[in-house]
T-cell receptor, first 110, second 116 residues
Framework: NAGVTQTPKFQVLKTGQSMTLQCAQDMNHNSMYWYRQDPGMGLRLIYYSASEGTTDKGEVPNGYNVSRLNKREFSLRLESAAPSQTSVYFC?????????FGPGTRLTVT | AQSVAQPEDQVNVAEGNPLTVKCTYSVSGNPYLFWYVQYPNRGLQFLLKYITGDNLVKGSYGFEAEFNKSQTSFHLKKPSALVSDSALYFCAVRDGRTGTASKLTFGTGTRLQVTL
């Protein structure tokens, strides 16, 4: 039981490049989330998926897209990366109340 | 809109002393409240939650938190701190109304430093 896994762990992009962050959970959770963590700002919700087949915007969705591929997988795509998207990205999943987090992806955009 | 305030960026405590990390919240309806801990270069780990019932909730690693509705607070406590408790602590809140996904709002975090 691996919990929530994220790939890659680290990534460096140039401005304008695109990439997809992958997330998978093996806990049979219905809901999945993408957050970004920036110093002094806590975690901010980018997008979430309440259940398979649905996605909704969170607090900071601009510049991102998501896909809930199936119940296990929820990907986050940056179509044209900007330096402001330099951050640590966390995926999480939940069944009822508490959320369970992956180890994070550290993304740097130069 | 829901919000969380963690008024202290850092809390310093000596090992063996009690610790308190403060959290206040604002939310419509009944709050669901959570504490998470983050160790360096790791994801967040769930510590404890308040959903309903007893105002004092106990969680992992000897931590507990007290829900105070009148003061809209949910302070994290531990009777005797350990050096290994040094980490970043986040308080989070969600709207308790049913039918919504568990959209958490996090505080900005409090760094706990426990020294010998």
């Amino acid at each position: 039981n691996a919990g929530v896994t994220q790939t890659p762990k680290f990534q460096v992009l140039k401005t304008g490049q695109s990439m997809t962050l992958q997330c998978a959970q093996d806990m049979n959770h219905n809901s999945m989330y993408w957050y970004r963590q920036d110093p002094g700002m806590g975690l901010r919700l980018i997008y979430y998926s309440a259940s398979e087949g649905t996605t909704d915007k969170g607090e900071v969705p601009n510049g991102y897209n998501v896909s809930r591929l199936n119940k296990r997988e929820f990907s986050l795509r940056l179509e044209s990366a900007a330096p402001s998207q330099t951050s640590v990205y966390f995926c999480a999943s939940s069944l009822a109340y508490e959320q369970y987090f992956g180890p994070g992806t550290r993304l740097t955009v130069t | 809109a829901q919000s969380v305030a963690q008024p202290e960026d850092q809390v310093n405590v000596a090992e063996g002393n009690p610790l308190t990390v403060k959290c206040t919240y604002s939310v419509s309806g009944n709050p669901y409240l959570f504490w998470y801990v983050q160790y360096p270069n790791r994801g967040l780990q769930f510590l404890l939650k308040y959903i309903t019932g007893d105002n004092l909730v106990k969680g992992s690693y000897g931590f507990e938190a007290e829900f105070n509705k009148s003061q809209t607070s949910f302070h994290l406590k531990k009777p005797s701190a350990l050096v290994s408790d040094s980490a970043l602590y986040f308080c989070a809140v969600r709207d308790g109304r049913t039918g919504t996904a568990s959209k958490l709002t996090f505080g900005t975090g409090t760094r706990l430093q426990v020294t010998l």
